[in-house]
């Protein structure tokens, strides 16, 4: 395995893990499944940092991951393909568009979109209101979360992806400062506005989120005065301003 192949793998884990754990936080629940939440982020960042093969593979990974969690359940076997195995396969058609981002998420956004709508219309039929034709339930339904996940896609992971770029090949230290810095904004939310069942786990999350920015911000100003290389803060400061605005945004018109 070249050195290329190992940073995929480990890439990939710990973007499934932060994915997993963003699924998480959300604005919102739909009835039937669905809410808003940043847990495209990461698989999106595989696709564009590694093409359309390792974001097919992350986002099957993730569904299946989704499906071990406690809010899975389904109406019927082919639904499970289509809401969560297809629904986030879709994302590494984004690696087909590494120059342009915006496109890119555009597309598997929708590609995403459609397959729950797919999956909306054809076993979600019966919770249609009276008058409304299943077609038009299902687009609505689906739309009400998919396209403020995929706004807060767009705001967020183009400036990362880009950040992540400039990264020296060789310097493993570096990397790790800017995976640090890309995750503890996200790790914020959850910590501070994510559900807990315990009130304890709530404090210890908070607790561990502020003693990592802490240290991200130490290592990433330590980096900036002795290398002159200011990307791992600025990727710190960006994220942090751009996720918490956008959930602001997003949580003020849903509620």
């Known amino acids: 395995m070249n050195r290329n192949q190992t940073k995929i793998v480990v890439e990939t884990g710990i973007m499934l893990a932060l994915a997993f ?23 999106f960042l595989i696709a564009l940092r590694w093409g359309f093969k390792p974001g097919i593979i992350a986002g099957v990974a993730f569904g299946l991951l989704k499906m071990l969690g406690p809010d899975f359940w389904f109406a019927h076997y082919a639904q499970i393909f289509l809401d ?3 629904a986030f396969a879709v994302i590494g058609f984004a690696g087909l568009f590494r120059n342009n981002y915006i496109v890119g998420i555009i597309l598997a956004g929708f590609l995403r979109f459609f397959s729950h709508f797919l999956a909306g219309f054809i076993f979600f039929a019966e919770y249609a209101p009276d008058g409304m034709h299943p077609v038009i339930y299902s687009l609505g339904y689906n739309a009400t979360y998919m396209i403020p996940e995929i706004v807060l896609v767009i705001l967020i992971t183009p400036l990362v992806v880009q950040r992540l770029k400039n990264m020296p090949v060789q310097d493993t ?18 910590a501070f506005t994510g559900r807990f069942d315990s009130e ?4 210890i999350a908070q607790i561990v989120t502020v003693f990592a920015w802490v240290v ?3 290592l990433s100003l330590m980096k900036m005065t002795k290398e002159q290389n200011n990307t791992p803060l600025i990727i710190l400061i960006n994220t942090q301003v751009v ?12 509620n």
Do not use: C
């Open 216 to 218: 991200t911000l130490l």
């Open 21 to 43: 754990i963003l699924s998480y936080f959300r604005v919102g629940k739909m009835p039937q499944g669905g809410s808003v939440s940043l847990q495209m982020i990461p698989i």
């Open 84 to 86: 969560y195995i297809l």
């Open 173 to 190: 230290k570096f990397e790790s400062i800017v995976a640090l810095a890309f995750a503890v904004p996200l790790l914020t939310l959850t």
């Open 243 to 254: 996720v918490i605005l956008g959930y602001l945004i997003i949580n003020y018109f849903l």
């Open 200 to 203: 304890i786990y709530q404090l």
